[in-house]
């Protein structure tokens, strides 16, 4: 690191940088109370490249960045974007009369926020990226052909001033009026717009020239040299000055008086310019380029760079101290002085004036765990392997994974590990007998220095009272306390309880949850949680009475005798302390940085007035202008706000109450307030920042439902009054058609009822009683008894069954099975050897169990027979099947006669009279049958068996709906 000065800047430049190597390695601050931060893209900010910082009216900080303009409030970066933007990185914030915050990007287009959306300005394609100007009337804009004047109101353009530029280079506005600088002029349009203008000599018009006020002058620095000259008001060359400054200059802003800071490519410098002689005093962030230079109204420095962030310096009342320069863990007592782990794994020996000594121990990687013997010189720490015992130079190994160790006495510790919890032999131990002894038991993994009082859990913390003689241990599986072997769970509002670190002080147990909070148990049954004003505590070291816990921002001291807490400010991030421990009025703490020292100062009575803004609504996730006509869906509330606390580490507690009801605290990391399915009706929201009640308020306003309102419930006496009228008629309505429609029914049961008579009729046909008793005739006459007995023994059994069957509306396929059985009987012993059949059964598991209407078969059978078979001049074979198909009965009734069509021919030369009765019958019986279902239809077709234009017989296919 470099840099080009004077002999007297040298000395000073020399020492700064002396600090430079002591501090964070990265900026040099002058201030002594200094807390220095770095913003940058690791910890949230958009972009390491920051072109400007600005300090808004309300105490915002702005952010213009490689990636766009962003609004900073110490928590969250908030970009404002517009689709109009050519690119994203610019410069120069303004804000205006209005509260409209101007940037312009670096393609020389100027954009405005306003109602919280960024606006693009109305111009004309711009030259290159020039200062704007704005007044409480006018915004001046360079353009190619002058400067172009817009009224700052309305933002109508109302004038452009014609002026011839070589190459326009800079502008700034000084005391109202607006200054441009040309390679050979500088022009002033004053708040008239009255337009004057100076040359400028030969010799000044090497390099870039900028203009900025003074001392309330015109100074024009040169860019690159040092050179500054000076006009008045009127444009008349003053004096020069030689500025000893390294870098291409950025900008210029004044600091107190005659001091200014120059922000330059090489560093930020503090120059004074008075007495017309300019004086280099310090410089800052010495090697880095720095863009702008901001003190906002709480003294707070933000100095952003191009490529390295913000630096970021906080005004603190503690005082802090680099002891040593390192990355250190852990850090114990040890003898006068301490012992510290640094990143290597080496355990270090310092002094009390924290000079580095002997190294005590080597670890294999980091140190886990630490633990110093309160009575020996003896100390244990934890690495990737397991735990060590040291005692001088001897170094003893076990492998287990220690979590905390307490001491006992000189024979035993109570130790916390992976796996168990109980006791430790320390292998340095001289002691023969201890009051610990009866419960040394060698029972676990055979390790012979252990002995567990409970096994397989994850022990994390224990802690023992002496006097009560209680150890208790938090684990995976709860907070437990053990009496003399007996064990019992200590629980909160009755459910299991989680702890990270367990103290005594007396004989009230304290424990640090896992979730950051701080509860008390003094009857060792329930705990309760003791009040402190934040929620992620963690490192609760116990000093006496005193319990130190560290926070977000501040160190806590909670006195356990007075129940109350104290907040301390560290001057530092506390989320960067890896370690501490209270020596007196001072903390020491271990960071990645190095050893740190600072005294403890009170900000427990810090009263600061911390601005704190609502930014927007949203209804539903959907961003809304406010809540006040709202509808009775629209329930789903979030609000965000914003506090400004920069660099203040005093702690800031935001609460809300809906209405009347109980103030709520809302959480450090939380900037949004949520209402989930809040009710219809008015709140106003209240808000309150450490105690004071603002006078801030926000009205919500949701709608009633209409079934709510009081119209509506009249129309719903109307509605249901009406409904009741219509619900009454289309009853009457209804139950005069079912009427009807069993009116129907039992004139269709009684059609149905003689269709199923006259088909019985029709199959029972006078010819086959005629036939029948011809035959038996016959039988008779030929003196065949027997067989005219047989024919008559079962003529009368088919009668009967037929008679019996006629009464009902469905029979079993068993009972049709035997009435087809009987009447083909009677037909082959009437017609001999030229009849034949044969009945096969498929798919059809019990015959008892399927029902079908009575007789549709047998009509099928006769009409094979009688118009099929019996003109044969041969034996013919009818074939009845019967299939089960899902929910479906098929029939299928083939024979080999001699076909419908010479049977229909046939029969025409015989009967001209006569029809064929039965088979109409049967088909109006399944029509009635059909009536009213829409699926699963009874149906018949006839289907013709020909052979090379021969026929070969009929084929008839009864289907027969089983449901």
Known sequence: MTSRSSTTSNNVRLALITIFLLTLGCCVYAQENSNPIILEQRNGLPSNYVYDVFED??????????????????????LYASEMQSTLAGSGIQQDVFGRIWYENFD???????????????????I??????????????????????????????????????????????????FYITDQNKIVCIDQELNVSQTSVKVDDTKGVKLVFPVDGKVAVFYRNNGVVNFYDKNLQFLYQNNIAVTGSVHHVVNIANTKYAI????????????????????????GYSIAEYLVDRNKNEWIPTIGSGVFFNAISKSKTKVLLKGNFSLIRPYNDGYIVADQSGKMLKLSSSFSIGETLADADGDVGYLFKDPRSNSFLYTDNTGVYVVQGAVKKYFNIALKQAVYLDDKYYLIAASGFYGLFKNPFATQVKSDWDPYFKKNIFNLTDFSAFKSFVRAKTVAYNLRLQVVVVGANVGTFINNKGVESELKLNGERFFVSKLVWCEDVLFALSTTGNLYKSEDLKEFQKVEIPENNLRLAKHVDHTIYMLGSNFLYAYDTKRNSATRYDLGNNTRSINDFVVDG???????????????????????VNVPFYVNDFYVNDVKVESFSNLSYDQNNIRINFSYLNFGRKNGVVVSYRLNNDAWVVVPNQERDIY???????????????????????????????????????????????????????????????????????????KSLAKSVLTSIKAQMNPHFFYNALNTIQGFIFTNDKLSANNYLAKFSKLTRLVLEMSEKENVSLNEELDAIKMYLDL??????EKIDYAIVLKNISSVEAIELPPMLIQPLLENAIKHGLLHLDRPGKLV????????????RIEDDGIGRERAAKLKANREKTHDSFALKANQARLEILNKNRKDSLFTLEMIDKVENGIAKGTIAKLTIPLD
């Open 57 to 78: 009216h309300n105490g915002f900080v702005w952010m213009a960045t490689e990636q766009g303009l962003y609004r900073y409030d110490g928590f969250e970066y908030k």
């Open 108 to 126: 020389g287009y100027l954009f405005y926020l306003e109602n919280g959306r960024l606006n693009s300005l109305k111009q004309d394609h711009p």
């Open 128 to 177: 290159q990226f020039l200062p704007f100007g704005l007044t409480d009337r006018y915004l001046y804009v360079i353009v190619k052909d002058g400067v172009s004047i817009y009224d700052l109101k309305s933002l109508k353009l109302l004038n452009t001033i014609n002026i011839t530029w070589i190459y326009a280079e800079h502008a700034s506005l000084i005391n109202g009026k």
């Open 263 to 286: 922000a330059t490519s090489k560093g930020l410098w503090s120059v004074d310019f008075a007495h017309h002689k300019a004086k280099v005093l310090d410089v800052k962030c010495s």
């Open 585 to 607: 009025e001072n903390i020491i703490m271990t960071t990645v940085d190095g050893l740190f020292s600072t005294n403890l100062i009170s900000t427990a009575g810090e009263k």
């Open 675 to 749: 209402f989930q399915a809040l009710a219809p009706g008015s709140y106003e929201l209240a808000f309150k920042v450490n105690g004071k009640v603002l006078p801030e308020k926000v009205q919500i306003n949701i709608a009633v439902p209409i079934w709510k309102a009081w119209w509506f419930y009249l129309l719903l006496i109307v509605v249901s009054v009406v409904s009741l009228w219509l619900f009454y008629a289309a009853k009457t309505k209804r139950y005069t058609h079912q009427i009807k429609l069993l009116n129907d029914k039992i004139q269709l049961e």
């Open 827 to 832: 037909e082959k012993m009437r017609f001999g």
């Open 880 to 891: 009845i099947s019967l299939l089960k198909n899902n929910n479906q009965l098929e029939v």
